[in-house]
């Protein structure tokens, strides 16, 4: 037993026992998750999307109360298609709803749909990945196979049919997007797993007795998360997009509820005779986008272990 933990490297569970080894890997991480912290600080572009979409995400949880939602879903026939005023900031649709009131409740749909896509993505992608590099043999061959022959399919041509078949939902957007969105994911954890499996920590955890389960939950996956991190950040750009693009054909989020994309949908018709209708969630896309995509470059960088310190 001695010789196995001798032969650990340096910030590997010590093979005394499956709680040992745990409680080393848990013990290291913060050290870790410092030393990134304070390289992506270092990305500047990062760091300022950082701040953006968290203003985002606290305008849209305060939403309820920092504005009626009425002014986003009610009609209101007398202020149909205003110009940007004191009364209301970026102007009004063409039934006469106040278009910054309906970003702000959009933003919370909108954002919702990437946050639950993505996490869905994770827990498949993730957990394919993760059996097919581990298990390897039969197993990776019929998880890959089935990855490939999904990543073969049009993503917007599936989710289209899906929609339709489902019903167009916040739901359904939330799981078929999810359901599309983790093949990239798991070729990126089995091939994470394929090398992690080798190490001499993973080694001293089967040689005790832990079972696959364990040895995978406990001491393979807390080592691939900066690549999940990474992943995920991306991925949550793509899912708003995806969204954006399946509401603006009209099989998205519907309304009376706001989307970005269902909003883009609904003011197609008015783009010369009032532009600022189409202008404004247009921007809203781009600005949120690029921000996740800012993120997901600091994250890279900051996660990289061949970065200097």
């Known amino acids: 037993m001695s010789d196995v933990a001798s032969a650990l490297p340096v910030g590997a569970p010590s093979s005394a026992s499956a709680s040992g080894l745990a409680a080393r890997n848990v013990a290291e991480q913060p050290g ?32 309820p109360v920092l504005i009626p939602r009425d002014l986003a879903i009610d009609p209101s026939p007398l202020n149909i298609l205003q110009r940007p005023s004191a009364e209301h900031w970026l102007g009004t649709d063409e039934v006469g709803r106040d278009i910054f009131a309906r970003l702000i409740y959009a933003s919370r749909i909108s954002l919702s749909i990437g946050f639950l896509a993505v996490a869905v993505a994770i827990v498949v992608g993730t957990t394919l990945g993760a059996l097919a590099g581990y298990f390897g043999g039969w197993v990776d061959t019929i998880l890959m196979r089935v990855t490939d022959a999904i990543l073969s399919i049009p993503a917007l041509f599936f989710l289209i049919v899906l929609s339709v078949t489902l019903g167009p939902s916040v739901r359904t957007m939330i799981i078929v997007i999810g359901l599309l969105s983790w093949m990239e994911l ?58 954006a693009s399946v509401s603006y054909l009209g099989l998205g989020v519907q309304p009376p509820d706001p989307s970005w994309g269902n909003m883009l949908y609904n003011a197609q018709s008015y783009f010369f005779n009032a532009p600022w209708i189409t202008l404004y969630p247009g921007v809203m896309i781009l600005i949120t986008v690029l921000c996740i995509n800012f993120i997901g470059d600091g994250l890279r960088d900051a996660l990289d272990p061949r970065m200097k310190r």
């Open 32 to 63: 870790i998750w410092r030393l990134a912290w304070r390289r992506f600080c270092r990305h500047k572009a990062g760091l300022v999307g950082l701040v953006i979409l968290t203003l985002e995400v606290l305008l849209a949880i305060m939403a």
């Open 186 to 243: 798991a070729r990126i954890i089995r091939a994470n797993v394929l090398s992690l499996k080798r190490r001499e920590f993973v080694g001293a955890a089967q040689t005790i007795g832990a079972r696959s389960p364990q040895v995978i939950a406990r001491h393979i996956l807390p080592n691939t998360l900066a690549p999940i991190v990474v992943a995920a950040t991306l991925g949550f750009g793509n899912a708003l997009l995806t969204e």
